[in-house]
């Protein structure tokens, strides 16, 4: 790619650029953004790729902003009969015993997943902690993004619903646009238990669905393909895989990186369950395969 030498500032540039502030080649930052698609870290991509690690991290803020936008835009007005919710737990910067309950920028944060059950989608997301307030911001984006009434399904989450009655965010905010029913697990408890694995379930002793308004089918109420997602998640993307030194240091990058995840899922990863489909495809969204370049230069 040809590149030219700015006399005013000492800058080097090519006539177009990938992505926003991005100074390197196309190819090159497809291939960046595609290493941390695949649970690669920003070091390793670094090495991989052979460029410095600080183009690296200004790819995956401009890569993140604009699947960030593009997703905002692009998975609106969708006829999907059957929404699932959860919430993936991870941390930033340091863990949540260290950092201060009230620090809005280090700690314990969640990332919160609406699921299509059939289409496989991520509808919408949202990181942030896990209260009542970023649940109901949650599920308004939630809203605005479906086309008809749909069935949902979610845990016993506060932020959600009370635990005694049916009233809740989802009443408040989808009382008219979905039909509501919770799963709940109970995990049998070792009382000899003294480590701090707890992210290791233990063995479900119960579990318990309860219609919380509207006419869902109790044969759908069910969370797991919410879960599922959850681990694909945890899979493919470097800073949610568990006891490792790849967590996020800032949340900027957490929520960037969070964002390509959700693209790449979306639109480049086909699904042998949606027979070799992605869930966007499966969606009525588009009708192929993307490449990350594709996804990379969509316009908004």
Same mark, same amino acid.
């Given at each position: 790619m040809q590149r030219f030498f700015c006399v005013r500032?000492?800058?080097?540039?090519?006539?177009?650029?990938?992505?926003?502030g991005i100074r390197v080649e196309t190819d090159k930052a497809v291939q960046i953004v595609e290493l941390l698609a695949e649970t690669v870290g920003i070091r390793a991509a670094s090495r991989l790729a052979r460029v410095d690690l600080g183009t690296v991290l200004r790819v995956l803020e401009s890569a993140g902003e604009?699947?960030?936008?593009? *997703?905002d835009a692009k998975v609106r007005n969708l006829t999907v009969p059957i929404v699932q919710a959860d919430e993936v737990y991870s941390y930033v910067q340091c863990q949540p015993h %260290?950092?201060?309950?009230?620090?809005?920028?280090?700690?314990?944060?969640?990332?919160?997943?609406? !699921?299509?059950?059939?289409?496989? *989608?991520?509808?919408?997301?949202?990181?942030?902690?896990?209260t009542g307030e970023d649940a109901a911001e949650f599920l308004t984006d939630l809203r605005s993004r479906m086309a008809m009434k749909f069935q949902?399904?979610?845990?016993?989450?506060r932020g959600y619903c009370d635990h005694n009655c049916s009233?809740?965010?989802?009443?408040? %905010?989808?009382?008219?646009?979905?039909?509501?029913?919770?799963?709940?697990? !109970?995990? @049998? @408890?070792?009382?000899?238990?003294?480590?701090?694995?707890?992210?290791?379930?233990?063995?479900?002793v119960k579990v318990t669905r309860k219609v919380r308004f509207g006419y869902p089918d109790m044969r759908e109420v069910t969370t797991a393909h919410a879960e599922r997602t959850n681990l694909s998640l945890r899979t493919f993307n470097r800073r949610f895989v568990?006891?490792?030194?790849?967590?996020?240091?800032?949340?900027?990058?957490?929520?960037?990186?969070?964002? %390509?995840?959700?693209?790449?899922?979306?639109f480049?990863?086909?699904?042998?369950? *949606?027979?070799?489909?992605?869930?966007?495809?499966?969606?009525? *969204?588009?009708?192929?395969?993307?490449?990350?370049?594709?996804?990379?230069?969509?316009? %908004?």
């Open positions: 500032c000492g800058k080097s540039f090519s006539e177009s650029q990938p992505l926003p604009h699947c960030a936008r593009f *997703l %260290i950092a201060k309950e009230d620090d809005a920028e280090r700690g314990e944060f969640w990332t919160f997943l609406s !699921i299509a059950k059939y289409e496989k *989608l991520i509808i919408n997301y949202h990181v942030s902690k896990r949902f399904t979610t845990d016993g989450f009233t809740g965010n989802v009443e408040r %905010i989808l009382g008219d646009a979905c039909h509501y029913a919770t799963e709940t697990k !109970i995990f @049998k @408890k070792d009382p000899n238990f003294t480590g701090r694995r707890k992210f290791f379930a233990p063995e479900i568990r006891r490792t030194i790849n967590f996020s240091k800032k949340l900027a990058n957490h929520r960037h990186a969070v964002a %390509i995840f959700a693209a790449t899922f979306n480049c990863r086909v699904h042998i369950s *949606l027979n070799k489909q992605t869930p966007a495809m499966a969606a009525g *969204l588009t009708d192929h395969v993307w490449t990350v370049a594709e996804l990379l230069s969509a316009t %908004i």
